[in-house]
């Protein structure tokens, strides 16, 4: 138990800062109390010494059953046209931005850390907090500069307070609140997942209404939800483990491919006509009728390929990269079909036929692709923003907060105690009901998919894949 125990503590260092207090209060456990120390040898030994702090802490520090609320009712405002701005900060970039309510876009200036944590080979929390801390001030002044307006100008402040990285969190909301507080505006605490939800509906070529289907990738998260209205949503699936964007950037790591998911998408291109051939992965959950997803078994199953293959030329680790990029794409596709059959046929708001896709990875070519054949096949609408609109940003934000405030419930009742939330999944999960539907991947569905990859769709270099798989 001793060496257990010592190996603990000199993993500690080496977590983010998100654990560094909570490694304190381990630390002090070990000293203390004999019992506690013993419990903590016990999850190190099931965890691993990376997990062990985060698991502890959630055991001591357990979330509340019920997400306290945030904001209250209150009357519409009575203004014509509102202008928010926007404060996001729930990861690496720093991003302001005001959007008026007749769907104007007066600024959206992102400032991105990318670059200052490359050296350390992924976002340091604590560092990315005091980035934000110092970035904040200047990128809002910009905002402002680029727009023409003052604060005096500004109807509310909209910031992200759930979920992302608690130092991150913590610098956008402090700020946001004291920026409320000099201005007397109301703030708008917006739910990051919520706002990548809303975002097409800001778009103003598309004509998105309650209720419609929502796919969320990103680099943290992977879920389907059916909207039905501004802060209502029920989560017909989630991961349950890995993120898209973490597997296709732990994948490009795995190949040695700089650039992250970027990168691997860049290298699949070059892949030869037989990489489907010559690599394949087994689709996860295939005999799951869920929505859920997962993404740890395509990974570890690459690095096995790695592993076997030894040394990689360009040749093998591009064909491994569209191999792989075709496995997370298709099993996306294929739960996401069935959340499209469960809306049509088991859902208690029946009517939905519009697909809404929003992320960070809804940039992967291939992915688009795939959806936009299957939402064809389906006789449904996609609707994917813009890529910059996809990535983080503050204009997600203020959009998010502009959608509760006018239709009266989106401000903020108390500004001193809000907290942010490092996790907090959205709307209600009916993943159960989902499962118990058991509802199959529509055949024609699935073999759409199959002939639009082994034909090479998807691959081009930006070859309009969208409007080729719709075709």
Known sequence: MAARLLHLRSALPTLTSVRRSCSLHLSSILRTRSSAAAHAAAVLAVVGPRRCVTKLAQEQFPLPEH??????????????????????????ETGVAIVRSDRTVLANVVRS???????????????AGLLHEQHLPIVTQSALDTAKLTMKDVDAIAVTYTPGLAPCLKAGLEFAKQLATQHNLPLLPVHHME???????????????????????????????????????????????DSPGEAFDKAARALEIEGGGAGLEAAARMAG?????????????????????????????????????GTL??????????????????????RTARAMVYCEKAAAERGVTQLVVSGGVACNKMLRAMLARLTAELKWQLVVPPKDLCVDNGL????????AYREGRGVCSDVPALCYYPKWPLGEDVS?????????????????LRHFVTHGGGRGSDDDAVAAAAA
């Open 273 to 309: 006509p037989l990489a489907d051939d010559t690599f394949s992965f087994s689709e996860p959950l295939l005999h799951e009728r869920s929505c859920n997803f997962s993404f740890s078994g395509l990974k570890t199953a690459l690095q096995r390929e790695v592993l076997a293959k």
């Open 113 to 127: 850390q990318l670059a200052h944590h490359r050296a350390a080979g992924g976002t340091v929390p604590h560092e």
């Open 67 to 92: 997400m306290p609320s945030a904001v209250q009712t209150h009357s519409r405002p009575t203004k014509p046209l509102l202008t928010v701005l926007g404060i996001e900060s729930s990861f690496d």
């Open 396 to 403: 997600m934000i203020a959009w998010a907060g502009l959608e």
């Open 195 to 241: 706002a990548h939800a809303l975002t097409p509906r800001l778009m103003p070529t598309a004509d998105i209404k309650f209720p419609f289907l929502v796919l969320l990738v990103s680099g943290g998260h992977c879920m389907l939800l059916l909207a039905h209205d501004i802060g209502k949503y029920s989560r017909l699936g989630s991961t349950l483990d």
């Open 313 to 334: 030329d360009a040749a093998i680790r591009a064909d491994l990269a569209a191999a792989f990029q075709r496995a997370v794409c298709t099993h996306i596709a294929h």
């Open 432 to 448: 159960k009901a989902v499962r118990s539907a058991s509802i199959a991947v529509p055949k024609r569905a699935r073999d759409s």
